[in-house]
C-alpha cells in the first residue's frame, strides 16, 4: 500500500470513533478505504482541525465561555491561512476551520444548556473485538441526580461530508453520530470514576457542520451488537489491505 507523506503504518487495527461509524453506514468499497486511511497514523502535521478542536473544547469547557476565546481562535487560523509562507496544507486546513468555526457561531446557543467540562488525562483506547478505537472525548459532561452522579463525554465531528455522504447525506450524518454517541457511551461506561455512572443523555456527537447534537439512546443493544460486528470485520481485513 502507497504511504502518503507524513504518514506512517498502523500494525495492530485501529480506527478512530467517527471513522468506525462511517464504516458502519458505508458500502464495500468505501469500507475498504476507510480501513485503508485507519491503518495510516497522521502525524502532528496533518492532523486536520486540530487548532480548532482545541479551541472550541477550551471555550466550551469554560464555564464562562468568554468570546474573546472564540476570537483568539479566529485570528490564529486567519493567520494561518493568510501565511503564504506555510504549506498549502495548513493554509487549506485553516480556511476549513474557519468556515468551520463560523457555523459553530450559529449553532453554539444549542449548547447553552450543557455543563461541560476538560476531560483531562484519558485512559486511552476502547478494545473492542481485537480493535483499538479511538474514543478520546473533547469534553467531558456530570449532572447530578438525585440517586447519582452522572457522567458523559462529548466529541466533535468537524469535517464535512464527502462523496461517500451525498446519497441522503443529512440522514446519513445522523446515524453516523448515533454511533459516535453509542462508542462515547461505551468509553464512559468502561472509564468514568467510581461514583459516577455513565448516562446516555451526557454522551453525545457535535455535529458542528451538521449543527446537530446526538445523544446516545437509552437502549444501545443493536447498535453494540453492530459495533462489535464491524470490529471484527476490520480486526480480519487488516492485514490484507
Not at 447553552?112 to 478520546?136: N, R
Request: net charge positive.
Amino acid at each position: 500500500m502507497a504511504i502518503r507523506p507524513h504518514k506512517r503504518i498502523r500494525q495492530q487495527p485501529g480506527i478512530s470513533a467517527n471513522e468506525l461509524a462511517r464504516y458502519l453506514v458505508a458500502g464495500d468499497h468505501a469500507r475498504e478505504g476507510i480501513i485503508r486511511r485507519a491503518k495510516e497514523i497522521a502525524t502532528a502535521p496533518v492532523i486536520r482541525y486540530r487548532d480548532l478542536r482545541n479551541g472550541l473544547a477550551a471555550y466550551l469547557g469554560d464555564a464562562a465561555r468568554p468570546s474573546a476565546t472564540l476570537a483568539t481562535l479566529e485570528l490564529l487560523l486567519q493567520q494561518k491561512a493568510d501565511d503564504q509562507s506555510s504549506t498549502g496544507f495548513t493554509r487549506e486546513d485553516a480556511q476549513a476551520s474557519l468556515e468551520a468555526l463560523a457555523t459553530f457561531r450559529r449553532f453554539q446557543n444549542q449548547l447553552g444548556g450543557f455543563d461541560f467540562k476538560q476531560p483531562g488525562k484519558w485512559a486511552g483506547a476502547l478494545p473492542i473485538e481485537g480493535v483499538a478505537v479511538s474514543v478520546y472525548p473533547d469534553l467531558a459532561l456530570t449532572q447530578q441526580s438525585r440517586s447519582s452522579s452522572r457522567y458523559g463525554i462529548a466529541l466533535f465531528r468537524l469535517a464535512k461530508g464527502d462523496d461517500q455522504e451525498s446519497v441522503n447525506a443529512a440522514g446519513k450524518r445522523t446515524e453516523i453520530a448515533k454511533y459516535v454517541a453509542t462508542l462515547a457511551y461505551m468509553q464512559a461506561s468502561a472509564h468514568c470514576a467510581p461514583d459516577h455512572v455513565a448516562y446516555p443523555a451526557l454522551c453525545m456527537s457535535i455535529d458542528v457542520q451538521n449543527q446537530q447534537i446526538v445523544a446516545a439512546s437509552n437502549s444501545q443493544t443493536i447498535r453494540v451488537n453492530n459495533i462489535k460486528a464491524a470490529c471484527r470485520q476490520i480486526a480480519r481485513a487488516w492485514d490484507a489491505l
